[in-house]
């Protein structure tokens, strides 16, 4: 067995060319690691994924036209083996717990991407959760029950579909709806649906009022 071939394969998933392109160096200096592919969207990932047949999968929590939560779930049907590590820009309070529930083994804050994923890739590629010790610790006490009550928790984000979270949460972040159909690779019209759902969801009267909602859901979770 050649050093290549002694190497774990990593397959990148981020619908930024840069983003991706900077992945690829960061992991493959690693001595361990090799990128064996990387992809755009969700197809084109599932597709490289059958040919490549990686160790790990390294996914952005968005992507155009899907989510990479929707890609865990998959790859997770299709490629049951095929251990998962979320790279998000969202704070892991809002996203960590529904990317472990989706069949990912960890996840990672781009803004911390650095050496962090190679870290994180190699615990994960040992049987590891990649997740913060604060996280770790809020999880902990929400499976024992020890978690304030928050006001105004019901009805809870929690309903929302994740796409609609992800419109939820760059609502709170002050981004239009045409920014978040730019960046989320939407239709500004799609947004708006989603906007409509999330207000009968959150039985929330308007659009002021659902903007509110939004930036004090980031603001919790933030904390």
């Known amino acids: ?28 200096r690693a001595p361990d690691l090799v990128v064996c592919g990387e992809a755009a969207t969700h197809e084109e990932a599932l597709e490289m994924i059958a040919r490549t ?4 999968l390294l996914a952005d929590i968005c992507l155009k036209e899907s989510s990479g939560l929707a890609l865990v779930k998959e790859v997770q049907e299709k490629f049951g083996g095929l251990p998962s590590l979320v790279l998000s820009m969202h704070d892991e309070s809002l996203y960590a717990e529904r990317a472990l529930r989706a069949g990912a083994k960890g996840y990672i804050m781009k803004e911390q991407a650095d050496e962090s994923v190679v870290d994180g890739i190699r615990k994960v590629l040992q049987g590891e959760l990649c997740i913060s010790g604060a996280m770790q610790e809020r999880m902990l006490k ?3 029950g020890q978690t304030e009550e928050v006001e105004d928790a019901k009805p809870s984000v929690e309903a929302l579909s994740d796409r609609e979270r992800e419109v939820f949460d760059l609502m709170g972040h002050g981004l239009s709806s045409q920014r978040i159909a730019e ?5 500004a019209k799609t947004v708006e649906v989603h906007r409509t ?6 039985r929330v009267d308007d659009g002021a009022q659902l903007m509110r909602e939004a930036v004090r859901w980031v603001e919790r979770g933030s904390v």
């Open 142 to 144: 929400q499976y024992v």
């Open 183 to 187: 960046k989320l690779g939407l239709s």
């Open 53 to 56: 047949r990686p160790d790990i």
């Open 197 to 202: 759902h999330i207000k009968k969801k959150l």
């Open 1 to 28: 067995m050649n050093e290549t071939e002694a190497k774990k394969k990593v397959f990148i998933v981020d619908d930024h060319p840069i983003v991706r392109h900077g992945l690829g160096q960061l992991i493959n």
